[in-house]
């Protein structure tokens, strides 16, 4: 057998979907897990629609996922003459035919179908009508002469064997009448001269399939094996669309799912192998089959894309974390002010508490990162006099302070709580309203320690708290 060739095949016709990102995935885990090609082919042939940014915006979301195609992306619309030679030795060998049925007749055809409540089926009207009473004036399309009789099996590698009567398939088109080729040549074709040996993709791509196998068998070539992926639909169960929020992969980089949270996730979405929730690369590489493809629909969980993400954040080498997170701020916030680095990276370890993403953990740090404390109004009105005399006899003590510490400052705050007759949180509020603006964050100690003695210094004789 041929080595494994999969490929990826969007059409650059808006943002990258997450079905379509979870299918490139699958495609890309089984050509490693074999030692074979993944290949990326953009289907630019909708000239209309097709934009340079959505070309762009697909590479980047791979590669951001951390999936490699192999050698050039595969242009399709470079390979429109290829295509159209195709249409015409189908034409010649009698596999395919000139219609010249008039866009008002094929509507003609729709409306009694509607009437009837039956499928559309073109009237196959010019199979076998000779061309020499072909009207004048009039531009053909070309049609593929599907089978009439019988019935065809695809044995599929996920669905298992799905029977189809030939008849319920028409005469689809495969040249319109301006001579452009339509999808299931131009994809056969492509797949074809690719040496595609397996055909990974959503389920909703059954039908062309049983198109596409039949122009397979017309011109002789090596049937490629087929594996029908089932779709993501919403957590109400409904089929997730482009228009459905977090749809994208920038929808999940703009909150902070970091990449390898996500691969996860989406690997992890309709496949599984044993019991295990969490893989690495090199183990999702090494585990993944198709057997493991469930045959439900699944559904996106954000509560569950979460969950994964916070194990990463909590998992993860810190350092790995960092590069990640200043990323994070550079693409989607303010890039971190190169001052502030170092108090953040070693923040990190309580930055990183209970958050769920990189935001989470942006606005856990945003007391450190800024230079000047935005005060919550409600929260400054908790300042009272007694308060100010906290954060007073603090600044004081404070100032003696050699090296910042928790078992440095615990008698500190200890002696306050005895002194002001009150407890930890009549010190530890007032502290960190005037350290970060707000009553909420992390706690006092490691508030502190981020920030350190010059800074803390500078905030606690704020004029606007004492």
């Not at 791979?62 to 390979?79: C, H, N, R, V």
């Not at 009508?129 to 531009?139: D, F, Q």
């Not at 019988?150 to 009567?165: C, M, N, R, Y």
């Not at 200890?414 to 407890?423: A, E, F, M, V």
């Amino acid at each position: 057998m041929s080595k494994v060739a999969t490929r990826f095949a969007p059409s650059p016709t808006g943002a990258l979907h997450i079905g379509g990102v979870r299918t490139a995935l699958f495609n890309w885990l089984f050509s490693k897990n074999q030692k074979g090609t993944f290949h990326l082919r953009i289907e630019d042939t909708d000239k209309e629609r097709s934009k340079d940014e959505h070309k762009k915006q697909i590479i980047n979301s791979l590669k951001w996922l951390g999936i490699e195609y192999d050698g050039d992306e595969y242009i399709q619309s470079s390979k429109i003459n290829d295509h159209i030679k195709v249409a015409n030795e189908l034409l010649k060998n009698g596999n395919a035919y000139k219609c010249y049925c008039s866009a008002e007749e094929i509507e003609e055809q729709k409306k009694r179908a509607r009437q009837k409540k039956l499928p559309y089926i073109y009237n196959r009207k010019w199979r076998d009508i000779p061309e020499t009473n072909a009207p004048e004036g009039i531009k053909p399309v070309i049609r593929f002469k599907s089978k009439i009789e019988g019935s065809t099996i695809l044995k599929d590698l996920v669905q298992g064997d799905v029977e189809i009567e030939n008849g319920t398939i028409e005469d689809f088109i495969i040249l319109r009448n301006d001579g452009s080729p339509t999808y299931n040549l131009s994809a056969t074709v492509d797949d074809h001269q690719m040496k595609m040996t397996h055909i990974i993709r959503g389920d909703d791509h059954k039908i062309n399939t049983f198109k596409q196998m039949q122009i397979y068998e017309a011109m002789k070539w090596d049937l490629p094996k087929f594996a029908h992926v089932p779709l993501i639909h919403t957590i109400e169960g409904k089929k997730l669309s482009k228009r459905d929020n977090a749809s994208t992969l920038d929808d999940y980089s703009k909150i902070g799912i970091m990449p390898d949270a996500l691969r996860n996730y989406l690997l992890r979405l309709g496949w599984s192998y044993e019991d295990k929730e969490i893989f690495t690369l090199d183990e999702s590489i090494k585990h993944f089959n198709i057997e493991g493809i469930g045959k439900s629909p699944s559904k996106l969980d954000m509560s569950r894309i979460l969950s994964m993400n916070e194990h990463y954040i909590k998992n993860i080498d810190e350092n790995d974390l960092f590069n990640q997170f200043t990323e994070y701020c550079k693409l989607y916030k303010s890039e971190i002010k190169p001052d502030k680095k170092d108090n953040i990276k070693k923040s990190l370890t309580f930055l990183k508490n209970k958050a769920k993403t990189l935001e989470d953990i942006f606005n856990n740090g945003q007391y450190i990162m800024v230079d000047e404390v935005k005060f919550n109004q409600d929260d400054i009105k908790l300042i009272d006099e007694k308060a100010k005399k906290v954060i007073s006899n603090f600044a004081t003590k404070f100032t003696a302070v050699d090296k910042i510490s928790k078992e440095t400052l615990e008698p500190i705050v200890n002696d306050l709580i005895k002194s002001n007759d009150t407890n930890f949180k009549g010190v530890g509020q007032p502290l960190r309203i005037a350290l970060t603006g707000s009553k909420f964050g992390p706690g006092i100690y490691d508030i502190i320690i981020s920030l350190g003695k010059e800074e803390v210094t500078k905030r606690l004789t704020n004029k606007i708290i004492i």
